[in-house]
């Protein structure tokens, strides 16, 4: 059996408080996001799939570091960070959220999380947005604190994901909706709850807020988890590409705009309030893009695994995008992709070339997401 030393990268690299107790469930490899470790292999990813969409999991994602920001202007700090208009987020609830720079390019696609009136955390995506928002309360005027709080988040995922929390915390926990928090402690152990996760599954997050008992409720919830099929996994490349949930770093990055993920509900560039990268927004928003995300089916053998390099589109002989997320869905037996390609070749029904490391192989524009495209699974009452 592995135990904790047998992986390594260093010790710049940060261990989550469940970390231990990931190995000892059968973590057999990791890698890196926001300067932690994250468990990505439990075996077969097919069959931590089928876990996920037939029963739960519970993976460890304390990669998703919080921003927390409070102080008498916190509420307008938070808005100056992002173009989704968050005059009506009220204490309690959650929003999917962007985080843009002056040129409108995307630096994090984080959840808040609002906790009180002038407290919020930003429960972050792949990049240093602490740093970011900490330069930017240097100069903006607006009296907040902002720093990194002992908070580390597990995800508990998939169908039967609602009767593990009902068996831990009793019958009250299945009035909480969709992108909603509620503060809760189990059995002493202090948690922020939410119904939101990365699995375009029923699901929830529970925020740990004291590092020391990272074990005891990683037990604690697989025990009540045994009566319902729960397995320890990791997040699945395989259902969040067949939901179309973006990847950052993958997906998009500082040089991608919202307009190009088509993204617009989550902008609002003519609210009254400001935030940075509004000009810039106002102005694409005018002109037009010139590229576009799109879902792809690709016609080739199953593929071993999501791909790890970028995998140009060409139309004819012309390289028109590229391949940013792929994998084999076993559930639509086919080969599923998100590309960038040009917006005069992202027209559904459109016919293109993928060069992946096999060779050349036929794709076709196709709408996204590829399965629940309403998001009906995660958001049912």
């Not at 890196?32 to 460890?60: E, K, S, T």
């Not at 390019?105 to 947005?129: K, Q, T, Y």
């Not at 908070?151 to 909706?177: K, W, Y």
């Not at 590309?339 to 070749?345: R, S």
Request: proline fraction near 6%; hydrophobic fraction near 40%; charge should be negative.
């Amino acid at each position: 059996m592995a135990t904790s030393d047998d992986f390594g990268f260093g010790t710049q690299i940060r261990k989550s408080p469940f970390f231990d107790a990931t190995v000892r469930w059968g973590a057999r490899g990791f890698s890196v996001y926001n300067h932690m470790y994250i468990p990505r292999d439990f075996g077969d990813p097919q069959q931590n799939f089928w876990n996920l969409v037939n029963d739960a999991i519970l993976c460890d994602v304390s990669v998703e570091r919080q921003v927390e920001i409070t102080g008498p202007d916190a509420a307008q700090f938070v808005q100056l960070l992002t173009p989704r208009d968050l005059s009506e987020l009220a204490v309690g609830q959650c929003k999917y959220i962007l985080i843009t720079n002056a040129e409108g390019g995307i630096l994090n696609d984080p959840i808040l999380l609002r906790l009180g009136e002038n407290h919020f955390w930003i429960s972050l995506a792949d990049s240093d947005v602490l740093l970011w928002a900490q330069g930017v309360a240097v100069h903006c005027g607006l009296e907040v604190s902002i720093r990194e709080p002992d908070v580390s988040p597990l995800q508990l995922q998939g169908p039967r994901s609602g009767e593990v929390m009902q068996a831990l915390f009793g019958d009250s926990i299945m009035d909480l909706r969709y992108y909603w928090l509620r503060e809760l402690d189990l059995d002493g152990i202090p948690l922020v709850v939410s119904r939101t996760g990365w699995s375009s599954e029923l699901g929830y997050e529970l925020y740990l807020r004291d590092g020391t008992r990272g074990d005891e409720l990683w037990e604690k919830i697989m025990a009540a988890g045994a009566a319902f099929a729960l397995k320890p996994g990791h997040t699945s490349s395989i259902r969040r590409i067949e939901g179309g949930m973006l990847s950052y770093h993958a997906d998009m990055d500082i040089n991608t705009n919202p307009y190009e993920l088509g993204m617009e509900r989550l902008l609002n560039p003519d609210m009254e309030a400001d935030f940075i990268g509004k000009a810039a927004l106002q102005r694409i928003r005018h002109e037009g893009v010139s590229r576009k995300q799109v879902g792809l089916t690709i016609t080739a053998p199953p593929l071993a695994g999501p791909n790890t390099t970028f995998w140009p589109v060409h139309a004819g002989e012309m390289v028109i995008g590229k391949v940013t997320s792929a994998v084999y869905s076993p559930r639509l037996q086919q080969n599923i992709a998100l590309a960038m390609v040009d917006i005069d070749n992202a027209q559904i029904g459109c016919e293109l070339m993928v060069h992946m490391p096999a060779g050349p192989m036929q794709a076709v524009v196709v709408e996204k997401p590829f399965f629940d495209p309403k998001k009906k699974i995660a958001s049912a009452a």
